[in-house]
């Protein structure tokens, strides 16, 4: 197994990690024990869940996993979620997590599901911000998930609490990326390169969907200007599936990408090879 630092937390994660979202039966405690410890064996350390994935049965599920892996010795980080946004709300879901998962402490924590800017602007209202500042102080190491397009002055106010920020580059193309997104993707590079001059550490993820955005001229121009920031970690191609469908009905948002479908194996290694001008390692992130 392949391990790297997560940011700068000092702690060495599996390349693979384990999520808690798609358990064929999460009532079957002990078939799902089994996956967890067999991942483990292998080396997996990273296990990933969330109050969301099946309500709350795959932390509770992961709680059993992490017992029986420390019966076992295995070694294991834990992330998670909150849909929370008040210091109340979010100090009372962890407490709740820490019950179901077992565990004295979470290694990992992320703010989840930001779908839009008045969303976020929303959460810091309700002092998310200044919660996590305190989460940091007290040991939980933070990463934030961004599609980058928010006003730089967004980043600055919490650039100094996040440890790692994992980044979205959907497309390369101007025109192209307002007709899949709404939105043009000017702000998005430019935060991109502040994130890399602010010395910050970055993982890039690039979901790619057939005959959408993964055309191979536009890949040359992302892997180019990737090759030119400071700070990237590494990229993760990321296949189209389906499984976050699911996510729409709990945020009452009609789902329009049903006839979406992922590139071919042999599409997805030329945009493997194609990114490694980059530069950083660049791995294929199937799903399933």
């Not at 994935?53 to 599920?61: K, L, M, P």
């Not at 305190?134 to 933070?142: F, H």
């Amino acid at each position: 197994m392949i391990y790297r630092e997560y940011g700068q937390t000092g702690k060495n994660v599996s390349l693979l990690g384990f999520g808690g979202m798609r358990f064929k039966n999460v009532d079957d405690h002990d078939e799902c024990v089994r996956m967890m410890t067999a991942a483990a064996e292998g080396g997996i350390n990273y296990f990933d869940t969330a109050p969301g994935y099946f309500e709350t049965r795959s932390e509770t599920v992961f709680g059993k996993g992490f017992a029986e892996m420390r019966k076992r010795n295995l070694p294991y980080f834990c992330a998670t979620k909150t849909f929370q946004s008040t210091e109340s709300g979010i100090r009372k879901e962890i407490e709740g997590q820490l019950k179901r998962l077992d565990i004295p402490a979470i290694d990992f924590y992320h703010i989840w599901c930001i779908t839009s800017l008045n969303n976020w602007e929303g959460r810091k209202k309700d002092g998310i911000i200044q919660t996590f500042r305190k989460l940091k102080d007290e040991g939980i190491n933070t990463a934030l998930d961004t599609c980058g397009a928010i006003p730089w002055t967004a980043f600055e106010k919490v650039l100094a609490n996040v440890d790692m920020f994992l980044y979205d580059i959907k497309a390369w193309d101007r025109e192209k990326h307002i007709a899949l997104t709404g939105l043009s993707n000017e702000i998005i590079l430019e935060n991109l390169v502040r994130l890399s001059d602010a010395q910050k550490k970055i993982v890039i993820r690039m979901p790619l969907i057939s005959d959408l955005n993964d055309n191979l001229e536009d890949i040359v121009h992302i892997a180019r200007f990737l090759q030119g920031l400071k700070g990237i970690e590494s990229v993760e191609l990321l296949p189209y599936h389906s499984y976050g469908t699911g996510k729409y009905g709990l945020l009452g948002i009609t789902y329009a990408g049903h006839d979406f479908a992922a590139p071919a194996d042999d599409s997805m290694k030329a945009i493997q090879d194609l990114m490694s001008q980059s530069r950083v390692p660049v791995t294929i992130k199937k799903q399933g």
